[in-house]
């Protein structure tokens, strides 16, 4: 996915334009400067220009670039906090600004799907584009696909799956929730740290060294995830959710997704009356005590589902698509992981 880079095509721009670009700048920065309780980060965003810059698309990848480049770069971060990453559409300064950059971190996998276009536009003009979700073994979309793995296999069982065996799966696309697994990230973070090297032409060992302390900060909070969720039995580790964005946490945690009220691997489609009557019953049949939604999407759905069901169930909130406001527990990426888990505990058990 990445190209050589090269220098950014010089553009002639109206003074409107100009300014234009300037104030999203100025929003970008208003907007994701301070997404960390981390100051030595947070600081690190200054502008200076003889820094290269590097673009992150969503907020949890900006963190996760700004704590790998630390003070070497500077970073911006396209879609604001709190906003769908399925459905963000970039102004004109917005994709004006990419080929400004030395480098992009992408997601990819179909996430970012309304910045498809002035992604390929910046990579067609000479800015390397990095979507690291596709380096980190992506699980295919669909329900059933995960009850073909154990747990134990999670690591390797699904790199050993040849592109022509998941066709015959008849799954044409794979589940860009990759975030929601530690273990993913603190492989991306080191990805990351050697594409930066690689655009940048700076040392490699301070990235990697970052990208290290990144790691194990994702393997803690995985740590603490994993006791929150340990009391949990066996027939309580079913998630219902709005979109399917649990499948990665789902799996690294030994829980089960058995259903999501909008389809696809999406936020963009709509379920049907039968597929909300089939929810019904199935949060019935199991006997299941929350369904989850989610902070970027709307919870019109799912919570007349829930009056659907009766007081059994509750609606719990998670932010799994973008970080929280600064100083709240999911303003960090292991904050993210740890709140994800506690939530889900104590709803599925009723708490
Ligand atoms: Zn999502």
């Known amino acids: 996915m990445t190209r050589t880079p090269s220098l950014p095509t010089p553009h002639k721009r109206s003074a409107t334009f100009a300014l234009l670009a300037l104030l999203s700048v100025l929003g970008l920065l208003a907007s994701c400067g301070s997404d960390s309780k981390d100051t030595t980060s947070s600081t690190s965003t200054v502008i200076d220009s003889n820094r290269p810059l590097v673009i992150a698309t969503t907020p949890i990848l900006g963190d996760l670039v700004r704590q790998v480049g630390g003070d070497e770069v500077n970073v911006e971060v396209l879609i604001p906090l709190g906003a769908d990453p399925h459905d963000f559409e970039p102004s004109a300064a917005q994709a004006a600004r990419l080929r400004d950059a030395s480098l992009i971190v992408a997601n990819g996998l179909g996430l970012e799907e309304r910045l498809e276009s002035a992604l390929d536009g910046a990579e067609k003009d000479g800015v390397p584009v990095f979507e690291v979700a596709e380096q980190l073994d992506p699980l295919a979309l669909g329900l059933d696909e995960k009850e073909e793995h154990s747990e134990e296999e ?5 790199a050993e ?7 015959e799966d008849g799954h044409g696309t794979e589940d860009p929730h990759v975030w929601l697994d530690p273990e993913r990230m603190a492989t991306a973070a080191s990805l990351v740290a050697t594409q930066l090297a690689a655009t ?10 970052r990208a290290a302390t990144y790691a194990d900060a994702a393997r803690a909070a995985e740590t603490e995830a994993r006791a929150l969720l340990a009391g949990l039995p066996a027939d309580q580790r079913k998630l219902i ?16 997704v058995i259903g999501t009220v909008i ?3 999406s936020t ?3 379920p049907s009356a039968a597929d909300l009557s089939d929810l019904v019953t199935l949060i019935k049949a199991n ?6 939604s989610e902070s970027t999407v709307s919870s019109k759905l799912i ?5 659907e069901v009766g007081s059994q169930v509750s609606v719990v909130e998670l932010s799994t698509d973008t970080l929280g406001e600064p100083g709240s527990p999911t303003a960090t990426y292991p904050g993210l992981i740890v709140t994800t888990a506690r939530l889900i505990a104590n709803g599925l058990s009723g708490r």
């Not at 799956?161 to 066709?167: F, I, L, N, R, S």
């Not at 940048?200 to 060294?209: H, I, M, V, W």
């Not at 959710?241 to 089960?256: G, I, K, M, V």
């Open 263 to 265: 389809p696809g691997g």
């Open 241 to 256: 959710t709005n979109h399917d964005a649990l499948e990665y946490f789902a799996q690294r945690f030994n829980l089960e």
């Open 287 to 292: 006997n299941v005590k929350a369904i989850f």
């Open 154 to 158: 999670d690591e390797h069982g699904h």
């Open 303 to 307: 919570e007349s589902l829930a009056r």
């Open 268 to 270: 963009l489609a709509e």
């Open 200 to 209: 940048t032409g700076l040392d490699a060992a301070p990235f990697q060294q």
């Open 161 to 167: 799956e040849t592109p022509a065996e998941k066709e």
